[in-house]
Every structure is written in structure tokens, then in C-alpha cells.
């Protein structure tokens, strides 16, 4: 089990099984041969790094591989993402970003919104933890910015 600083044991249980799952089972880890974006961000706060890698088809994601290590919130919001993002567009993507950032806010989200979310919403419960807010979105932040460079080039 886990210990008592990582602040999951106050999440909701169901919640916290979809979190440790992908901590322990990590999605789409394979590094991909010949990626369109390929960037790496820490949190110097946890010790959290990723490494994420988009091979896009035009503004579609066609693979993708996230890859890391740190704490249990870090590493399964980055599986969370990549578990998302496969077929998804560009455009697509970048509001999922924003729906995980108003949800870290503490904003009220639509069913809708929610549904968009689909299990992303295990993270919820972490906005109570402001410094494990980073860790959630640590990934986040990162593909946003390779997305938004892309977009700019
Ligand atoms: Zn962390």
C-alpha cells in the first residue's frame, strides 16, 4: 500500500484505483521511432519527468508515448493523457488540456465536460493538494506547449 505522504489515501477509492493503475500499468510507454513533437518537462518540486512523443497525420494524433518517472500523480496523469490522446486532433487536445486545468482550479465542469474528461476525472481530488497540482499537470503544461510551438511553426 501506499505510504501516508503521497495524499492519495484521501481520495475517493474508486478514484484512487484508476490513479495507482496507471502508476503501475503505464499506457503507451514505447518511444516512437520518428515523432513530430518529442519533449521532455520535470517538477523540480517532486522530482517528476516526462517525455512525451506525438507522430502526427496532419493535425490528427496518430501514436503517441509518455514515459517517466516520479510520484504516483505525476505518472499516472501523464498514462491518463496518453491514453486520451491516441486519434485524437490537435485542437481536440488542447481543450482537453484546458478542461484539466479549470478542473485543478476548482471550476464547476458540465456532464459534458466531465464525460470529455472520462477517467482524466480521477485527478480531481487532487486540487485539495496544492502542491500536487503540479505533479497533475505537469504533463499537461508540456503538451500544450509542443502543441502550441507546433501550431506556431
Ligand atoms: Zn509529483
Redesign the pocket.
Known amino acids: 500500500m501506499m505510504g501516508g505522504t503521497s495524499g492519495l489515501e484521501q481520495l475517493d477509492e474508486l478514484y484512487e484505483s484508476i490513479i495507482l493503475d496507471h502508476y503501475r500499468n503505464p499506457r503507451h510507454t514505447e518511444l516512437l521511432e520518428n515523432p513530430d513533437i518529442d519533449v521532455e518537462a520535470n517538477?523540480p518540486f517532486?522530482g517528476?519527468e516526462v517525455h512525451i512523443q506525438l507522430a502526427l497525420d496532419g493535425s490528427n494524433v496518430k501514436n503517441v508515448s509518455v514515459s517517466g518517472q516520479?510520484?504516483a500523480?505525476?505518472q499516472s496523469s501523464a498514462s491518463l493523457l496518453a491514453e486520451m490522446l491516441e486519434d485524437k486532433r490537435a485542437d481536440e487536445a488542447l481543450e482537453l488540456v484546458t478542461l484539466v486545468r479549470r478542473m485543478m482550479r476548482g471550476e464547476e465542469l458540465s456532464e459534458a465536460e466531465m464525460d470529455t474528461l472520462g477517467d482524466i476525472v480521477a485527478l480531481e481530488g487532487v486540487k485539495r493538494f496544492p502542491v500536487?497540482i503540479k505533479?497533475a499537470l505537469l504533463s499537461w503544461t508540456a503538451l500544450e506547449d509542443a502543441l502550441s510551438e507546433e501550431k506556431a511553426d
Open positions: 517538477n517532486c517528476d516520479g510520484c500523480i505525476s500536487r505533479c
